[in-house]
């Protein structure tokens, strides 16, 4: 059986790898290749070590509780790799109205769940918060049965207008990078679509998941929510390439069109190379693979490049531990759009992950960009640089110079789930579904997180074998 794979990022290594996985149990002989337009793998994912750092210039971890990347690392032997975060400093802070304001102990993403944290925070006020707990004595719903509606309808509906701007708004930013006005709830936040259904309160509802986990996530308590690996994020690309056959990635190829071939595909690059396939597993992001595929199904591709993407910059910055006043007593701090930064979010990533500055150092990522100031991505990068240190130097009183500098853009790479998305996407497979041997994969459909990632190329890859 012949297969391509196009792309080369983490959905496209995944795909390969359990295709490899399968043939071999099966018995299949398989021809393999996975071609990608870059002269590297990983896609977003890039790791770099410098001076004594480590850089992460895309994703620096992935979600435990969500098990398929995690179970990925236990079939690869690389579990023994990944460290946890240091829970110690598990928080965020809010940068509201000139200060850090520690986000509520016991906050669940968009509601309270302890009372005491809450009552006494400096985040919300009197009335903010009063209307947050009008949410015990709301009732369900807001619209049809079964409608989507926006994130920020749903907070906005809940629980008020001080919990969208404050703390949804900002922390929805920092993890898709999009407005929350247009942003599906159930596409990306379906547990509180599920949690109002079952219990009417979110916060009721949030409270009474909490007593009844005995332990949290689903992956166990040996590993904290976000994982990573001690050598950075490039170990899962490095190890899953390195599992697959000789001969089977194929760089500096972009891909250029794919057409059937009766019952077969042809995969054909810019360059003019083609590639004969019983399967093709397309990982490419939405808009490209609506250019590929627009001879083949035009309904199809435009479902497809109605998908919206929107792009973000990533700056990290190395400093000496003594010339930053702050105690950095946390995971980082996200920023609200009322307060006209353009930072979006910043982790500090040596005191979330162990190794990732060298002694008497510290490593501090910025995010910039996103559906909500795609503008800043125009600056050149000693402008977003220096923009980055600014804005830092006025929320954790940093003026030194840095020791490290490092910046990198990843311009349409994060899709955007607007209302509505799930039935676009049911739409999609079921024209996907009619065109036998072809087959879709990557963030742009059912989750965004390199979980889902490998997620979505596993079971590309099952489909493909079945």
Known sequence: MNVVIVGGGITALAAAHRTVELARERGVDL???????RDRLGGTIATERADGFLVEAGPDSFLSEKPWALELCRRLRVE??????????????VWFRGRLHPLPDGFQLLAPTR???????SLFSWRGKARMAFDLLLPRGGGALGADESLAAFVRRRLGQEALERVAQPLIAGIYTADPEDLSVAATMPRF??????????????????AQAAVPGTSGARWSLFVSFADG??????????????????????????????????????????????RVIVTAEAHAAARLLRYVDPGLATLLGDIEYAGTATVSLGFRRADIPHPLDAFGFVVPRSEGKALLAATFSSVKYPGRAPADHVLIRCFLGGALNPSVLGEDDASLVARTRRELGEALGVTAEPVLVRAARWPASMPQYSVGHLARVETIERRVASLPGLLLAGGAYRGVGIADCVRSGEAAADAALA
């Open 233 to 278: 994020m490039q170990t899962l690309v490095t190890t899953l390439a390195e599992r697959l056959p000789d001969s089977a990635v194929v760089l500096g190829q972009r891909v250029a069109g794919i057409q059937r071939e009766g019952a077969r595909w042809r995969v054909a690059t810019a360059d003019g190379v083609r590639f004969d396939a019983d």
């Open 115 to 121: 009372l005491a944290p809450f009552a006494t925070s």
């Open 31 to 37: 021809s393999l290749r996975v071609v990608e337009a």
């Open 80 to 93: 023994s790799r990944l460290v946890r975060t240091d829970d110690r400093y598990r928080r965020v802070f």
């Open 193 to 210: 679509v599920e949690v109002e259904r079952r219990h009417r309160s979110v916060i009721i509802g949030l409270r009474r998941g909490l």
